[in-house]
């Protein structure tokens, strides 16, 4: 009896152990094996020393603290002074003194106020390592950076780093509801403990500023672009101003969104329209009284006009018009409007991926400064895959900011195991030739295209207040990922994938090398069993969970599934070429007439911007129904091929993280099939032929798939 007691007593502290591991992210500080490395870091690390002492420096410490302790079992002493050789010295440029400013004048040029520098250097000629930036937030990113070197096992010898963020608002959009709901959210409910808040400051709350400082993310809208005017009352302001405090040590500012007909719903006038003097003011208070509780209030960001939400055209203004004067608001406080350019309307017959840039471009110029447009990366919405959204180049006047889907929407909830990076890149990469060659749309989000002041990337968040986060352990790895883009749309997705394994699992390389390659296909293989070939938009109604090509029965035509893949018996897609809808247009010449044309047009987007038939013969000689279903097959085999990566990875990873992803493969696995199967049973209807050699027969009837119900799939309100 005692003996079980004890073996149930031992699995209980193991598997909390393993389960803290999936809490701790990408934070793990895992013990540094290789022994000639361990001794490298503490001979380079014999003391620290830290000039300032504001919160942010005492956090930067306590993470210097925690790291090494856990990483070399050791903590270098502290010091109040720079004594001997070999010291860690952190603070930021006017806490230093005046020998050690002077030695790193020509760094501190190289960097902006975000920026940090990492430096081995010779002070009193003894050698020093220093971590320091223009204020300390940076410093706390210089720290995080360096345990960052640590965590990779790379050499701290000769260090000479200088890195600053290339945008300036890196921020998460929290699709979080009031009661806790979270809109599309598959990883529980909102961290927002709205109830218990201003009073009780969850230990979670410190937790999530720690992970974003760590990877630049600097803010932070907490609540539903789908919003509630409530958030702006004082009730939810004090809450709000509880969690910008918890905040601000890590850099994070606080955003809220703003309701359009708030002034009405809370602020009892009859009208929202943005020229009412009574409105203009009222917002102008609103702002005031939000900035007297929050000093650094970010600003707001408004959907508007968009899928029922109100805003500016519900009183005959335009887009202009309402963000400008929400704009006025905020600007004497130094805030910023994010508006978003998702509409589309259903009284609007035109193709709804014309609409975002037939509304918008025309405003090019006439926002105020303080604003900043925001647009999702394609035209439609955080499909699998989209060409890049024709709006990016396209206002030259006009700050444009990315706005990624980091929750997995369209891509198997947090269910799936999708690389999202992969995708970011891909975007960031595209040439829109606005320019002329090299007009990346990462030069658009940077500011470099068209010198713009303000920039920024915002993703939908992928957090809830499950133990792990995000639902699925790897789309840890997205946040992480999504972060470390934002503060540089450059990166190779493979090193991030590579910086986010070795900090989350382990530095063998025999784990990393096949887990790498597993992630980074992983993008493919989900467009490749969802919607290969450029489809798009097939998924079930509302909750999006799964296939629904067959779905026509719904309110608006363009939230028709056969509205976007058009299939008859003539063939597939949706022609947005100059014969069809001319969307191609949209984009500049060189790009129109690479998507316009059917022989250069990429094959990955072929179904997006063309109805080709059947037997168009596709680059690798086969027909476009063989192509298509053998993509599918394509599509499940590498699924099955990241479950056989994945089982051979037990001995380098914890059991519960080991077993919750296999689960998850299975899922995974599972429902590629079905994908599969609901669609090509769905089109074969059109195509009337048989399936290839080398797909696999479906396993149930078209009348099965198509009578599946998932009344209650999450993040759907
Ligand atoms: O992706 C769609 C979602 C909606 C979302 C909307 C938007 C917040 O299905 O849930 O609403 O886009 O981005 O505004």
Redesign the pocket.
Known sequence: MASLRFVFLFLLISFSASAQKDYKLWLQYNAVSNSALALEYKNNLKGIVVFGNSETIKIAQKELQTGFQDMLGTIPEIKSEIKGENNLIIGSQSNLNVEIKNELKSDFDKISTEGFIIKSFSFKSKKQIIITGKNDVAVLYGVFNFLRILQTNKSVKNLNIADSPKTNIRILNH?DNLDRTV??GYAGFSLWNWQKLPDFIDQRYLDYARANASIGINGTVLT???ANALILTPQYLEKVEALANVFRPYGIKVYLTARFSAPIEIGNLKTADPKDTQVINWWKNKAAEIYKRIPDFGGFLV?AN??G?PGPQNYGRDHVDGANMLADAVAPFGGVIMW?A?VYSEHDANDRAKQAYAEFQPYDGKFKENVIVQV?NGAI??QPREPFHPLFGAMPKTPLMM?F?ITQ??LGFSTHLVFLPKLFQEVLESDTYQQGKGSTVAKVIDGTLYQNKLTGIAG?ANIGNDLNWTGHPFAQANWYGFGRLAWNPYLDSETIADEWLKSTFSNDENFIKPVKNMMIESREAVVNYMTPLGLHHIMDTGH?YGPGPWVSNLSRPEWNPTYYHKADKNGIGFDRSKTGTNATAQYAPEVERLFDNLETCPEQDLLWFHHVSWDYKLKNGQTLWNGLALKYQEGVNQVNEMQNVWKKTEKYVDSVRFHEVEMLLEIQYKEAKWWRDACLLYFQQFSGKELPTGVEKPTQTLDYFKSLKFPFAP???
């Open positions: 699709w809109e599309r539903n672009v789908n959907k968009s899928e939400q978003r998702f999702k919405d955080f706005e889907q929407e369209y939908v999006h993040g759907n309100g």
